[in-house]
C-alpha cells in the first residue's frame, strides 16, 4: 500500500497484514527515490556519523532501486534484532512505542512526489528508510530506543510525560549530533533525510548544546522549520546510560506541575 496521505491514525495490532509491494512503484517513484538519494548519499561522508555510515553500508541501500523493507528488515535481524514494521500511515503513539519496545521500526511505504522532494506532507519511505533504518546496526543506539520505548509506555496515558518524552526522541532520534574524533557529525533521521538541515544543524548557526536530559525536556522544537537548538552527545552509550534520568526527570517534572 502507498501514496497514502490519510490523517487517520493507525491502532490496530493487526498491522503485520501490511507489507510493501515493490509491484505498485511507478516511474515518478523511481525517479524519487533515485534523486534523493543521490542528493543526500553524496553529503554522508562529511556529516554523518561514523556509526549510521556502517548502518547504511550494511543495509546495502542503492540508488538504483527503491529499498526492499524485507531484505533489509532480515539485514537488521541477523545483526541487532530489529525487524522492519510495514505501516500504511501514522500509527497511535501506543502503537508506536509497542512496536519499538519489541524491537520492530515502522516504516511507511510510499514515497513523497517530485513536487515535494523537499517538502513532503509527513514522513515516507525515503525518510524512514534512509534516515532511520541504517542506525539500528548500532547496538547501543537501538537499545536506548527501546528503552526510550519502554519509558513512554509507561506513561502512554500521561499527555505532559509524552510531550516531555517526545523532546528527547526528537532532538535524539529525529534532530541529534555527535561529537566524534573527526568533528561533530549528525546522527538523527530527520537531519539525515533533509537536504538543508544537514549542513545547517552543523554550521554556526543554530546553538550547539551538550546533551542534558532536563534542558532537553524543557526545550520546543519546530516542525515547520530547521531547528535553533542542536543537542550533542559524545557516544551512543552517553544516550542509553542517561534512560534512568529520563525516568526519573519525567517523574520529577510531573510531580512539579502538579
Not at 533515485?34 to 553500508?57: D, H
Not at 537501538?142 to 519509558?151: C, E, K, N, R, Y
Not at 532537553?216 to 515547520?224: I, L, S
Request: hydrophobic share 40%.
Amino acid at each position: 500500500m502507498k501514496n497514502i496521505r490519510s490523517k487517520r491514525i493507525f491502532t490496530d495490532p493487526g498491522l503485520g497484514l501490511f507489507q510493501q509491494d515493490i509491484r505498485t512503484y511507478n516511474t515518478e517513484d523511481y525517479k524519487v527515490w533515485e534523486t534523493l538519494f543521490i542528493k543526500q548519499s553524496k553529503k554522508l561522508p562529511e556529516v554523518a556519523a561514523n556509526a549510521y555510515r556502517q548502518g547504511f553500508q550494511a543495509l546495502r541501500l542503492s540508488e538504483e532501486k527503491i529499498v526492499n523493507l524485507k531484505e533489509v528488515s532480515y539485514r537488521l535481524g541477523m545483526n541487532t534484532g530489529w525487524r522492519v514494521q510495514v505501516v500504511p500511515g501514522r500509527v497511535s503513539e501506543h502503537l508506536f512505542f509497542s512496536l519499538l519496545q519489541g524491537k520492530k521500526f515502522p516504516v511507511t511505504s510510499w514515497l513523497r512526489r517530485l513536487d515535494e522532494l523537499d517538502y513532503p506532507i509527513e514522513p515516507d519511505l525515503f525518510h524512514d528508510a534512509f534516515g532511520h533504518l541504517p542506525l539500528l546496526m548500532n547496538e547501543s543506539f537501538s537499545q536506548f530506543l527501546q528503552g526510550l520505548a519502554a519509558i513512554s509506555l509507561r506513561y502512554i496515558d500521561n499527555p505532559l510525560a509524552l510531550a516531555l518524552l517526545e523532546r528527547v526522541y526528537w532532538y535524539t532520534v529525529d534532530f541529534g549530533l555527535i561529537k566524534e574524533k573527526d568533528g561533530l557529525r549528525a546522527y538523527g533521521a530527520g537531519i539525515l533525510s533533509s537536504s538543508g538541515e544537514m549542513y545547517y544543524s552543523l554550521s554556526d548557526e543554530p546553538k550547539h548544546c551538550a546533551y542534558e536530559v532536563e534542558e532537553v525536556m524543557n526545550t520546543p522544537f519546530w516542525k515547520n522549520k530547521f531547528q535553533d537548538k542542536y543537542f550533542i552527545v559524545n557516544s551512543f552509550e552517553e544516550l542509553t546510560n542517561s534512560l534512568p534520568l529520563i525516568e526519573e526527570k519525567v517523574a520529577e517534572l510531573l510531580q512539579k506541575a502538579e
